[in-house]
């Protein structure tokens, strides 16, 4: 069995950087002692603890050298900031619509099993999901639909109901994806590549090599969604991770912009 070469000096740092910033970042969130009422405020805190989990996965993955097989984590982790940017601007309606938007694709998944083992049965096939278990299937589905039918009826009363850019009601959105409200100048770069437009929405800034892709979104300090007053321990994160950035760019001659060494 061969085994791979260890990351060089430069990329080593660079993870070493990473790593502590996934810790301050984990450490912040815990200390800043969020808002946990509302629906919006909980989604809000929901996905910024799960985009530090994915960043985590990508995190080891890279240290492990598999940076190609990291690459569907980056863009699931760039989706949810894509969501959680998307809710902070009316985290109440548009966290009610992203609920509805699941309810309705969990529906439609179900549905496709029901077609799937139509054709199959008629088919004189066997299907993979047995009767039993779609019946099962369907009964949490509904009891699921009637938890959020109550939930929905409480928050209607208190005057929160899904809100929408746009006209569709089958995305959280109600654009036809969730990249149309995204300006179509962001960029962003993952292992040197830079990409334009609404197909990745954050300017984030990447070091990678054959073994590494580290990470980072540079942000303005402060979350939006939240009067925390602790810009400065952000900005402090911030200059840390930026810093070792510069120095990897350095260090093996790497643009971190399109056009720029540094």
């Known amino acids: 069995m061969i085994q791979a070469a260890g990351p060089s000096s430069a990329q080593a740092a660079l993870f070493a950087a990473h790593d502590r910033l ?20 909980r989604y ?3 996905l910024g603890a799960r985009i530090l989990q994915l960043a985590t996965a990508v995190q080891r993955l890279c240290e492990a050298g598999h940076a190609a097989e990291a690459q569907p984590t980056v863009r699931t982790m760039v989706s949810a900031c894509v969501i959680l940017s998307y809710l902070i601007d009316d985290r109440d309606g548009r966290a009610v619509a992203y609920r509805e938007t699941y309810r309705t694709e969990r529906k439609k998944r179900l549905a496709r099993l029901e077609h799937e083992m139509t054709k ?3 088919a004189g096939k066997k299907f ?39 006209p569709r009601t089958d995305t959280f959105t109600g654009l036809n994806n969730e990249w149309e409200f995204i300006l179509p100048d962001n960029r962003f770069t993952v292992g040197g590549e830079w990409r334009h437009g609404p197909e990745i929405p954050y300017r984030l800034r990447a070091g990678a090599g054959s073994r590494g892709c ?14 925390l007053k602790q810009d400065a321990a952000l900005k402090e994160i911030d200059a840390r991770i930026g810093e070792a950035l510069l120095e ?15």
Do not use: C, H
Not at 22 to 41: K, R, V
């Open 44 to 46: 809000l805190m929901a």
């Open 248 to 262: 990897f760019a350095r260090q093996t001659g790497r643009k971190i912009g399109p056009d720029r060494p540094t």
């Open 128 to 166: 993979f999901v047995t009767p039993e278990w779609l019946a099962e299937y369907k009964r949490q589905d509904a009891e699921l639909t009637s938890v959020e039918d109550k939930a929905s009826a409480t928050l209607a009363k208190d005057r929160i109901i899904a809100t929408r850019l746009g």
């Open 22 to 41: 996934l810790s301050e970042a984990i450490a912040w969130l815990d200390s800043t002692q969020g808002p946990q009422t509302g629906i919006g405020n």
């Open 120 to 122: 199959a049965t008629n």
């Open 214 to 227: 580290a990470t980072t979104r540079r942000r303005e300090p402060g979350w939006p969604a939240f009067d």
